[in-house]
């Protein structure tokens, strides 16, 4: 059956409205979706001409604990290439783990913005960018950090800092700027954590994941009555961040309208709940965060110029990790720490080569990537450290440009390219990884069939047809 380029999604759910809701969504992105309300419609349908077609399968946790994680691994047993992602309002870490261990490729929470569902629908079958990335699962294991806790040595992100902590003491404005994942949620929370503001509320606003017609009643409230669908009264994020500090991440987002209202409050101090007929008085410290170059923006028309230099009193740009790789180390056992902290999970060390692989990597979706990377590999691992096995995908990755130290000590490293510059054969390159394998577990065949992803025989058999000998192990 030809699809041309559209991809297709399962939705495992009960409610009419979220299914509807969620193949608009999915629709605009090219999928085409299918429904199921419960888990023996969604296994009738993995049994159809659709369903072996399927590119990714979205569940929402619509029974207990137990039976969703029960439909994943039957869901996972029966096509184990299939990318499982979780939908649910619990946002418990041990059922991230449940999840994950079940054969979950990826867990949102509840409501979850068009763009983050989008986006964890394409990284869970993309090829490429952001592999291992579970993005909700940062937000789940963050605690507040002061600046002295923050892990980083590298000069350009250590001055970061240093700009944040002396701003910290003020009440002006801060813009925070940097990619996806570098870490601006938590420089805003030490800014306020270091503040004469630190006693009162921090409240955070994705401007990303509000509807374009519900900014001005998230931000500023709104009367019982005020418009259609406004049955009761609403209390706005200015109003209860009033007297410590908002959080305005992904501002660059916010729609030309919302901007005009956004900067008459920051001039005045004033805000006007839709419907009221006075305004109130806030005191509020604005900390404002984008992934995009905002002056940028402001020359494409997409942002207000005059908002633009109300926000950035002071500029705070937060370095990618791939350019503070030597911070890897100390992040990547850090985040270990913290990890095993969390219901269900456990102290794990992480090896030497383990660590050179993860400083191979580039990593597009920053330390966010890096410590969903570390909470996925310390999920599944059985030893007491994890190793370079431990993260296939970042291997994947890095194959061709791992470091010298990398090399397996004793063993054979995986060659891709023949001398003249193309590829080898996928018999080669087959037959160099199992004896990569056998050497790396020392030859425990059932352990190298494990990590392969074979059974014993299927080893055994390949040994054959590739002419691999004992000397291999």
Not at 128 to 136: H, I, W
Not at 245 to 257: A, C, K, N, R
Not at 386 to 407: E, N, V
Not at 427 to 451: F, K, N, P, Q, W
Request: aromatic share 4%; with cysteine; charged share 25%.
């Amino acid at each position: 059956m030809a699809r041309g380029d559209t991809r297709m999604l399962m939705l495992v759910d009960d409610e009419p409205a979220q299914r509807r809701l969620v193949g608009a969504i999915a629709g605009r992105a090219g999928w085409r979706t299918l429904f199921a309300a419960d888990g023996a419609a969604a296994l009738d349908i993995l049994a159809t001409q659709d369903g072996m077609l399927l590119d990714a399968v979205l569940i929402d946790q619509y029974g207990p604990g137990e039976q969703t994680i029960d439909l994943i691994a039957t869901l996972h047993a029966r096509r184990p290439a299939l990318p499982i992602l979780l939908l649910t309002a619990h946002g418990s870490i041990d059922v991230a783990v449940a999840a994950m261990r079940g054969g979950a490729s990826d867990y949102l929470i509840k409501p979850i913005a068009p763009d983050r569902l989008l986006a964890a629908l394409d990284a869970a079958t993309a090829s490429r960018a952001n592999v291992g990335e579970l993005r909700p699962l940062t937000e789940k294991i963050n605690v507040t950090l002061g600046f002295d806790e923050i892990v980083g040595s590298a000069p350009q992100f250590r001055a970061a800092l240093a700009i944040a902590a002396k701003a910290a003491r003020a009440r002006v404005p801060v813009l925070v700027e940097g990619e996806s994942g570098v870490g601006k949620e938590v420089v805003a929370e030490a800014i306020h954590a270091a503040s004469p503001r630190a006693k009162k509320a921090l409240v955070a606003v994705n401007c990303g994941a509000i509807p374009a017609n519900l900014v001005e009643s998230e931000l500023f409230g709104h009367e019982r009555g005020a418009f259609t669908g406004a049955f009761e009264k609403k209390i706005g994020r200015f109003q209860e961040a009033d007297g410590g500090t908002l959080f305005l991440d992904e501002v660059g987002e916010l729609p030309l309208d919302a901007q005009v209202k956004l900067l008459r409050v920051l001039q005045s101090g004033e805000i006007q709940p839709i419907g009221a007929r006075v305004t109130r008085d806030v005191d509020v410290r604005v900390i404002a965060a984008t992934n995009k170059k905002l002056v940028d923006e402001v020359a494409a028309g997409r942002f207000r110029e005059d908002l633009y230099y109300r926000l950035n009193v002071v500029q705070v740009t937060i370095p990618p990790l791939r350019e503070r790789k030597g911070d890897i180390p100390a992040l990547a056992r850090h985040m270990l720490t913290r990890i095993a902290g969390q219901p269900g999970m456990r102290s794990l060390g992480i090896t030497d080569e383990a660590l050179a692989l993860l400083m191979a990597y580039d990593w597009p979706g920053n330390v966010r990537q890096l410590q969903n990377a570390l909470f996925r590999a310390a999920v599944l691992c059985d030893g007491d450290a994890l190793t370079s096995a431990d993260f296939p995908q970042i291997a994947l990755h890095t194959m061709d440009g791992l470091p010298q130290a990398f090399a397996p000590q004793g063993g054979i490293g995986v060659t891709l390219f023949e001398p003249d510059g193309h590829i080898r054969n996928l018999e080669a390159i087959e037959a160099d990884v199992i004896r990569l394998a056998i050497g790396h577990y020392r030859g425990r065949m059932t352990e190298v069939a494990r990590r392969l992803g074979i059974g014993r025989s299927t080893l055994y058999r390949k040994l054959g047809e590739l002419g691999i000998g004992d000397a291999a192990a």
